[in-house]
């Protein structure tokens, strides 16, 4: 098994003996130095091998957050901001040392305003719990990552995932945001209106910025009202093309599905194995409706005849709950049957995300490259957005199968560069895809580290994320 | 009359001269120092006195805006990017002297991305004139300020109008753009993914950026399927309250409504007048529903169950084109049936948005202070968005009335922005609303500051809009 990856750390052992006894001063038993904490907060679900801090707060509030950035910056300690750990790109890893801010004790649901669709959380709250508080307003939260993410960590890394496609992702969803910046001052990115014009949108810039500008403690987000009917569908289809093209055609109707995913054959025969299911082991579409009673009957219907245009069979939709939970469990299910298949792996999951012209070609290409390097990889896609994650099977002591996955990956990204696609539909760059951000926005990269540079001189936030310095 | 407001040229005039000459080489006939195409370049529909730019350059490509760039940086020159001149706080106003790049010449749709729901064109491509060309392909650009402003012009203000409530404003909107920085680098800020999760979202921080930060020379954009069916309603209420309370419900009950317009009695009034229309002089709300056709009877249906339990009156609705954009035309031409009620005066539009839940109380309030200040102020409101504008008609000739707008216009500033609502919902800050900027905005103005000195340190960019220095 390889070592922890190479940290190197800001400041000699000293120094941070002396930042971390001011942390601790401070917070006294909300300060932990113990090895089974740093190393808890060293890790996300990446790939990533983890790199524990050198140790981690727990703070209340802003107001505390604020003292800890201070000491940090005083001391030059770098400050890493710790959520549920379900990134997928090692973006709490400790590459510089420092202290891992843990904000999953602020999750507060502050303020629910049920007359203007918002809700205001602290960032520890996560996106279950807010979903059953709302339960009895009507409201809701759409945008599910599948992991039981918190709201923080989704705002930093512009998480999306199944509902994008109707609702939108954090980039559309969050209104406004308090963070703490590098020097210990707290703003306000906007004020609660729906829309506003004035001024720099500061909100958007911190959505997807990974910790590197600031520590978000406050969140003001859009909710909607919980549709009268919701209904699932899923239908397969001999070909890959069969099952994009109905995409397609469904998204340019204006057919407003809530959720259509992407299974391919080898991720349905997999989910079978793991969720107990027969599901026939073809490429298949889950779908989701939401809408009036007759509106998602009718939606159903315009899908399903889209569908048989193309190949598609066996198309079944239910309003049952029980069954649409069942169904939606399996979809979320999918990367730990993806890890069932070979015992002793570990997974790695790609994100790539183009323009949904571009989804098949980029699929078929993907599936034959898949194919050559002989790795397991089932697929998985929000493929409404054009995005699409395979879980590649590998085992990390195989350093050939390691290698082999890494150029996989390399391939892939630049696959998706060329046809006007991202290295990142979802999960962030993190530590992870640094090297692929220059390859995709070139000089614009520049300008992102001029950003950074004016507001985190010191390089005080989540250093070594996003940029390589 | 008064006099221009005072500008305070950046450079001597033998220094600006030199710049000029510089242009001049460049793009020959593409450049003026005429006075009437100076004259028609300093000024916007606005309130604010026009200041002549000291000459006006019209390129034709990303590469000649490169090289106007580098000449404006090389002599300091200021920089005013010009579009179609209908923005509304001065945001075109040479307030340091310096040249303005008319990108009107720069007018091509680049390429329509049916599949993908996406176009791409140049900034000086107009709202009608891209959706005359969209037409034959089944899809169009919601987004509707009123005027027919240029695309440009849109991004840089962040602009929305009457379809925001369904379509979401320019920040939803816009996919991707080109950027000429301050030093003459070309920056993409995004591929053409529908989403993405790599490195900072300049794409939303240039979106509302007023030209202060680069010069926008391509824009992607998203673009929706024309509905099948699309029909208008009109409802007149006896009190405010109910027509407010008739749009918070219909929001909350997620009717997804595509216009919802407030008209009070005495805009109808004007425009009964103006448009030779008879509608009752009550407050009105003008409404659009977009979908299937059993969809649009639908909405319609529920709006008006929910106006008659609000005291609504004359439900009319219909699907009839003809009849549907003389209505449409009227809630256009608002501004200048109010100008017409007072020869020879102006009209001044303010721009508060608050949330929803707050709105009849705003209003309510901002209409008894009308009614003490003597003003003729007819008011429209984007309300499901809980914006509105009042379109003050004043004498400029009279120091008293002036000084009575002003006063008036900070006290509804000041009330929207204790209701958490903002100084503007879609105008942007331009060279009116500086002072309002940092009482809604605080600390977070100087994180904007720090921004624009970061990416335009010599600050040539539009100086002196947005922020004062």
Redesign the interface.
Known sequence: MAPLAAAQPRLTPTATQAALDALKQLLGDRFSSAQAVRDQHGRDESWALPLPPDAVVFPHNTEEVVEIVKICAAHGLPIIPYGAGTSLEGHVTAVQGGVSIDLMQMNRIIQV??????VVVQPGVRRKQLNEYLRDTGLFFPIDPGADASIGGMVS????GTN?VRY??M??NVLALTVV?ADG??????????????????T??F???EGT?GIITEITLKL??I?EAMSSAICSFNTLEGAVNTV?QT????IPVARIELLDDVQVAAINAYSKLDMPVQNLLMLEFHG?E??VG?QAEMVQSIASDHGGNNFQWTVKPEERAKLWQARHDAAYASKALRKGCEIMAT?V?????RLAECILETKEDVEKTGLIAPLVGHVG???FHLAVVVDRNSPMEVERLEAFNERLVHR??RM??????????GKG?MK??TA?????????R??????DPDNLMNPGK?FSI
């Open positions: 305003n049920a007359e203007d669709l918002d890394t512009r998480a999306s994008a939108g992702t980039r559309e910046m001052r707290i703003i306000r990115t906007s004020k609660r209106a729906k829309k506003s014009a004035a001024g720099y949108d500061l958007k810039l959505t997807g910025s500008l909607y009202g549709p397609i998204i340019q109707a204006g009036t007759s509106g009718e994100d995300c183009v323009p949904i012209s957005d054009g995005n998706a560069l006007e696609g991202t290295c990142t539909g979802e999960h962030g760059i895809k692929y951000l995709e926005h070139g000089e614009a990269v520049a300008v992102m001029a950003i950074k540079k004016a507001l996003i």
